[in-house]
């Protein structure tokens, strides 16, 4: 495993996002404390994915600053292959033998943690979409890189479910720099150690908030509950 | 089962039409006469269909590799795409029928000359089906990859190609339809073997119900063919039935 005591901030200077026409943010600085999860929070179309992508170096013109594993809305398992081999993607597609042999028991204990140990060898078909989400942060840990990038994984999930997978994401980011997009702020306030809300277009960060306690926090408690109705009711000031 | 009740009503309407005008059996033979000679002349038409099924299938693998490979390498590489497509497309232009006495000329009145012509119906939508199979893929999966270091090697060859291996198998199923078309057109130019072949020169000798019952055969030939290689697609991609 990576010295997670070594998880570098992530720091954005004076960038420029460009889609094609349309200017989504203008010098942009942004600071990503190292070993924090940061939850960026904005209604649709604000930016927020934009971003993610920036960071992760998937648009054009953006050097990617540091290596990141990146987790998409969907899940990206791929259907010809096994549970385990998809969590081993990214060893499989670097052709490093070595570090593949060596990758494989992180690859069976995250799938353990995340529940799924017992279904290495089924193919994502014979998963439930919460089981493949899990499967997809599976791999996603595994790629153990310091720096983590989520665009709104749990979206597409019943609360239930969503529930139990920020839980366990909570847990298993700990220590890294993550990113995590979404436009949800209960799960905003249960995953993160610091919330930016974006707005405005081209959009801007919000100062931080940091709510208290330790995550996951539990979404019963009073207090977080107090900052969901203000957030919302700030969220819902914003144009969209 | 209604297929078969519309089949046999057809072959019914058939004999009764023969029947009430008398039309002899070397202008259209009545289906009892055809199965008649299916039974009678088993043998010979056993030992045709052989010979055509081996051109076929030959045809069929050979115009598979091809097509596959040029598909790749398109993929692959703009430079080349650039310089053969548009002989791919120039040469499918040409109507295989027009040709086919040339290839007769080069390749002589053997199987050679035939498994090139199946080949060369078929190659042209394989490469087309898995070229736009390759072009086509998520792109959620190639940003994937891309943040996780891949090469472009490694993209196409565990990521690309599998995801079009659903388009290949269409392409295959496209090719297994048409591949008679090409080895029984090699064998109406010049052959000496085959059903095409048989059709031809019972016709000429006025056996026209010979003729019927290798055309019987000849369709029941394309159908396995067909239904081995949708077989055989669904073998190669388990996962296209279930979703994604």
């Known amino acids: 495993m990576t010295d997670l005591s070594a998880a570098p901030p992530l720091l954005v200077h004076r960038a420029r996002l460009a889609f094609g026409d349309r200017l989504v943010a203008d010098d942009l600085t942004l600071e990503f404390p190292a070993g924090r999860t940061t939850c960026l929070l904005g209604r649709s179309g604000v930016g927020k994915t934009s971003l993610l992508r920036w960071l992760a170096g998937l648009l054009p013109e953006a050097p990617r600053s540091q290596p990141v594993a990146y987790m998409a809305q969907s899940d990206l398992l791929l259907p010809w292959l096994s549970v385990i081999d998809n969590v081993l993607l990214g060893y499989r597609l670097r052709g490093d033998r070595a570090a593949l042999a060596a990758a494989e028991g992180q690859a069976r204990a995250l799938l353990a943690e995340v529940g799924l140990g017992d279904r290495l060898d089924d193919s994502p078909a014979q998963l439930s979409g919460g089981m493949r989400q899990r499967a997809a942060l599976a791999r996603t840990l595994c790629e153990d890189r310091p720096v983590v990038l989520m665009d709104e994984p749990f979206a597409h999930l019943d609360a239930v479910t969503r529930l139990e997978l920020q839980d366990l994401a909570a847990r298993l980011l700990a220590g890294r720099t993550a990113v995590l997009v979404t436009h949800d702020p209960l799960e905003a306030l249960r995953v993160g150690h610091h919330i930016r809300v974006l707005s405005g277009s081209p959009f801007t960060a919000g100062p931080p908030i940091e709510p208290t306690g330790a995550v996951p926090r539990d979404p019963a408690d009073p207090a977080l509950l107090g900052l969901h109705a203000r957030l919302l009711a700030e969220l819902r000031g914003l144009a969209p | ?244």
């Open chain 2, 1 to 244: 089962m209604r297929p078969l009740i519309t089949a046999i009503g057809l072959l019914l309407g058939w004999e009764a039409l023969v029947w009430a005008t008398g039309v002899p059996p070397y202008i259209l033979p009545p289906p009892s006469r055809v199965l008649a000679v299916l039974v009678e002349r088993s043998d010979l038409l056993v030992a045709e269909a052989a010979w055509t099924a081996t051109e076929m299938i030959v045809g069929l693998l050979l115009g598979l590799a091809l097509g596959a490979a040029l598909a790749i390498v398109f993929a692959a590489s703009a430079s080349w795409r650039r310089w053969a497509l548009p002989l791919v497309i120039v040469s499918q232009a040409i109507p295989v029928i027009a040709i086919a006495p040339l290839l007769v000329l080069w390749l002589g009145y053997g199987m050679a000359s035939k498994v090139a012509m199946a080949a060369l119906v078929i190659f042209f939508p394989v490469v087309s089906a898995l070229y736009d199979g390759l072009r086509r893929t998520n792109e959620g999966w190639l940003d994937l990859a891309r943040t996780m270091d891949a090469s472009q090697r490694a993209v196409l060859l565990q990521i690309r190609l599998p995801a079009a291996l659903p388009a290949f198998a269409s392409g295959a199923r496209i090719a297994a339809a048409v591949a008679p078309i090409g080895a029984v057109i090699g064998e109406w130019v010049g052959a000496s073997a085959g059903l095409g072949y048989l059709i031809t020169l019972s016709l000429a000798r006025g056996q026209t119900p010979l003729a019927f019952a290798a055309l019987v055969v000849l369709c029941l030939l394309g159908l396995a063919l067909y239904y081995a290689t949708d077989w055989a697609g669904r073998m190669l991609v388990p996962w296209q039935s279930q979703g994604e």
